[in-house]
């Protein structure tokens, strides 16, 4: 299925209609059945907010806790192949490659520490052999503490001086990118990290400049930075044009909901344009770094992320 356009210029009714297609697409049907649903009557606004209320009854399994805490639920084999073929069918698994030949910016989004490295290294690959970037490598993340878990996955890699997910990302942007020190480098380190924020440029010989950003939260009493904050706070950064072509790195569990947030706090205010890839894993560059473990928890979960997303970008269409 496919997801909203993200090509520069795509109007609110295209966007909106591109919403539909996703939600009322007949594999997300076919899930909220599966799972004793009936589908939600009423325009879309109305079918978003009970798919989100539906989600968060049925497919929430973090419940407020990070990713790698989430629990893992279990169906009976019949319902597995349903999730993992509706997975796919919504374009959560499969990687594709960038639209374009050439961009403005190439956005790289945090995450887990060996996502950091994955993506970090995918990005590499796409500036040297895939996507020309005119303006600059960005990539976001912020001072979430690493979990003990990526700290030893960190340090059998031979990276021993991380601490946080910007501090994985440095590293992985040092590896992929044949870099040693920033040649810029500032911040504020505030009251709490939730309000801290710190940029590091670098300039890899032949290649655009890498900026690594840490972001501030929008609700630092709440909650850590998430990806709106970071796409917000690069947005602030850069001189974001209208009509700039923005590739977005992320891995493909994560491309629809990750698509929509960046419509959302950047298409759509700026008049940018968004094409967001995962991370291909047959890359060879990317032999040896740690893989992800992808179950029909992680899969349902993610598909709730892009439900809520497309109904915070629904929301922003409706007010504009």
């Known amino acids: 299925m496919a997801l909203p356009g993200g090509a520069a210029g795509t109007a609110g009714g295209q966007l909106a209609a591109g919403i539909r297609g996703w939600v009322e697409s ?25 798919l989100d209320e539906f989600s968060a009854r049925h497919w929430d399994f973090r419940a407020g806790r990070e990713r790698p805490e989430a629990r893992e639920p279990a169906f009976d084999p019949a319902t597995v ?48 052999a895939v996507a020309g970037v005119s303006g600059e490598v960005a990539v976001l993340g912020s001072f979430r503490a690493l979990s003990p878990a990526e700290s030893g996955m960190l340090a059998d890699a031979g990276m ?26 500032i911040g504020e380190d505030a009251d709490h990290p939730h309000r801290a924020w710190s940029s590091r440029t670098y300039h890899p010989a032949g290649l655009p400049p890498v900026r690594v950003l840490a972001a501030p939260s929008s609700e630092p009493d709440r909650r850590r930075a998430h990806t709106a904050d970071t796409q917000r706070f690069w947005a602030e950064h850069v001189r974001l044009c209208a009509g700039d072509p923005v590739l977005m790195v992320t891995a493909p569990i994560y491309v629809p909901f990750q698509h929509c947030d960046a419509l959302r706090t950047l298409a759509v205010p700026y008049g940018c344009g968004i094409d967001t890839v995962g991370v291909d894993p047959a890359l060879a560059a990317l032999a040896g770094l740690p893989e992800p473990t992808l179950t029909p928890g992680r899969y349902l979960q993610e598909i709730r992320s892009a439900i809520r997303s497309m109904r915070n970008l629904h929301g922003v269409l409706a007010s504009s």
């Open 26 to 50: 007949p594999p997300l049907r076919a899930l909220v059945e599966r799972f004793g649903g009936d589908w939600p009557a009423g325009d879309l606004s109305a079918v978003l907010a009970a």
């Open 81 to 128: 192949r349903l999730v993992l073929d509706s997975a796919e069918a919504l374009g959560l698994v499969r990687a594709a490659p960038p639209a374009l030949p050439r961009y403005a910016h190439l956005l790289v989004l945090g995450g887990l520490a060996h996502a950091c490295l994955r993506r970090t290294a995918y990005a590499a690959h796409l500036a040297r």
């Open 160 to 185: 021993t001086d991380c601490a946080t997910e910007v501090d994985a990302l440095d590293a992985g942007v040092r590896a992929a990118f044949g870099v040693t020190a920033p040649d810029e480098e």
